[in-house]
């Protein structure tokens, strides 16, 4: 089916806003990404893959795919509960739910840190407790974790509510009249439907974590080859004066974005045509 117009605009108008649209995404977001790529190589490939393979940044790459990696399997559960529990029931606090699951949204990332510094820090709450049985969270990979998950926590959870909540109980309904469980429900009905923006949101989670500095920033310490993340790598070289290396590096989450970009398009696609196919 073709898109009518449902403007009535001159043509000159139209073309003068396009151009704003487009000259204001080419000076923001076009400019700033080539920049990037064009001072990684002002040096070199043979510079910009040695700053890729030392041994610092590969550990920077490592920490932040081991932080994305349990930080997103923890939200993608924690969100399709949620968004279960808030569609599926009506209870008292319901409201009061959905807002503290907004709650990382309106915190800075700086303050989230700063409050799990409060809480497991060596002066903090629970510090004195976890020094006597030598646990270390703050500057170890434990807060890096914890960090990263608040920060992502809502992002798979605020995905889906709205989806389901416009796709209705009308299905699961007429399976728990034909006798099926809950978990079957689950797999074989609710699933099905709201796969593709599971997968939206585990994909803009997964971005989110592996770019997070602000948090990560705070409770990491940034122990160089040990609790720096990619992003926290990137500031120290830049503040080294080692643009190349930095910009380098900044590279990889140059590419995390441009890659992310590329799945999120193929999904609303793809999405798009199965929508389509329904009516």
């Given at each position: 089916m073709s898109h009518r117009e449902i403007t009535t605009e001159s043509r000159p108008v139209r073309v003068l806003l396009i151009g704003a649209a487009c000259a204001v995404v080419t000076v923001f977001l076009l400019l700033p990404l080539i920049a990037v790529f064009v001072e990684a190589l002002r040096k070199g490939w043979e510079v910009f893959f040695e700053s890729l393979r030392d041994e610092a940044a590969l550990s920077a790459v490592k920490l932040t795919l081991t932080a994305a990696a349990i930080s997103v399997p923890m939200n993608t559960l924690f969100g399709v509960g949620a968004a279960w529990v808030?569609?599926?029931f009506r209870f008292r606090g319901r409201a009061l739910l959905v807002s503290l699951i907004d709650l990382p949204f309106a915190v800075s990332p700086v303050i989230a840190g700063l409050v799990w510094v409060l809480l497991f820090g060596s002066h903090g709450w629970f510090g004195e407790w976890l020094d006597a049985r030598d646990i270390r969270i703050i500057f170890a990979l434990p807060g890096i974790v914890i960090?990263?998950?608040?920060v992502t926590f809502p992002f798979v959870?605020?995905?889906?509510?709205?989806?389901?909540?416009?796709?209705?109980?009308d299905q699961e309904e007429a399976a728990v009249t034909l006798g099926a469980s809950g978990w079957r429900i689950f797999l074989r009905v609710t699933l099905p439907n709201i796969k593709w923006g599971l997968l939206y949101g585990i994909l803009l989670c997964n971005a989110r974590a592996m770019g997070e500095f602000g948090a990560v920033s705070v409770v990491s310490g940034h122990i160089r080859g040990e609790t720096n993340t990619l992003p926290l790598h990137v500031e120290v070289l830049?503040?080294?004066?080692?643009?190349?290396?930095?910009?380098?590096?900044?590279?990889?989450l140059?590419?995390?974005a441009l890659v992310t970009l590329g799945?999120?398009?193929a999904i609303e696609h793809l999405t798009g045509h199965t929508s389509a196919g329904k009516h």
């Amino acid at each position: 089916m073709s898109h009518r117009e449902i403007t009535t605009e001159s043509r000159p108008v139209r073309v003068l806003l396009i151009g704003a649209a487009c000259a204001v995404v080419t000076v923001f977001l076009l400019l700033p990404l080539i920049a990037v790529f064009v001072e990684a190589l002002r040096k070199g490939w043979e510079v910009f893959f040695e700053s890729l393979r030392d041994e610092a940044a590969l550990s920077a790459v490592k920490l932040t795919l081991t932080a994305a990696a349990i930080s997103v399997p923890m939200n993608t559960l924690f969100g399709v509960g949620a968004a279960w529990v808030l569609t599926k029931f009506r209870f008292r606090g319901r409201a009061l739910l959905v807002s503290l699951i907004d709650l990382p949204f309106a915190v800075s990332p700086v303050i989230a840190g700063l409050v799990w510094v409060l809480l497991f820090g060596s002066h903090g709450w629970f510090g004195e407790w976890l020094d006597a049985r030598d646990i270390r969270i703050i500057f170890a990979l434990p807060g890096i974790v914890i960090a990263t998950a608040f920060v992502t926590f809502p992002f798979v959870a605020r995905e889906l509510i709205p989806l389901m909540e416009s796709q209705g109980t009308d299905q699961e309904e007429a399976a728990v009249t034909l006798g099926a469980s809950g978990w079957r429900i689950f797999l074989r009905v609710t699933l099905p439907n709201i796969k593709w923006g599971l997968l939206y949101g585990i994909l803009l989670c997964n971005a989110r974590a592996m770019g997070e500095f602000g948090a990560v920033s705070v409770v990491s310490g940034h122990i160089r080859g040990e609790t720096n993340t990619l992003p926290l790598h990137v500031e120290v070289l830049y503040n080294e004066y080692q643009f190349s290396a930095a910009f380098a590096c900044a590279t990889l989450l140059a590419m995390l974005a441009l890659v992310t970009l590329g799945i999120k398009t193929a999904i609303e696609h793809l999405t798009g045509h199965t929508s389509a196919g329904k009516h």
